[in-house]
């Protein structure tokens, strides 16, 4: 298991931007893929543990960038060309073998139009 905190999350006007970042604890994050989910169950992104691969749900890509800094222990989620319609409460979360497994407590971005 890895502890995750997200931090980042904010009031921002539609077109704006975004930098989420979170946290992990642990000697092995650099093991786990990581992923982004926005209000729990909505995939939103995921970059494998060496951060050279990415995939992105259709309504974020161009927009969105996941980012990796495993001597950090952090993940980003770069988010461009908000919309109203991209307000949630997005929570990181960690894979191991398969299965989201650890979860942050989320952060609340908020666009308005």
């Known amino acids: 298991q890895v502890r995750l905190v997200e931090s980042g999350g904010g009031l921002v006007q539609a077109g704006g931007s975004l930098r989420l970042s979170c946290a992990a604890s642990g000697r092995t994050f650099s093991r786990y893929t990581m992923g982004w989910f926005r209000q729990l169950r909505e995939f939103v992104g995921a970059i494998s543990w060496s951060g050279d691969t990415t995939n992105y749900v259709d309504s974020v890509k161009g927009r969105f960038t996941i980012s990796r800094d495993n001597a950090k222990n952090t993940v980003y989620l770069h988010m461009n060309s908000l919309k109203p319609e991209d307000t949630a409460v997005y929570y990181c979360?960690?894979?191991?073998?398969?299965?989201?497994?650890?979860w942050g407590q989320g952060t609340q971005v908020t666009v308005s139009s």
């Open positions: 979360a960690a894979n191991f073998e398969g299965s989201w497994t650890s």
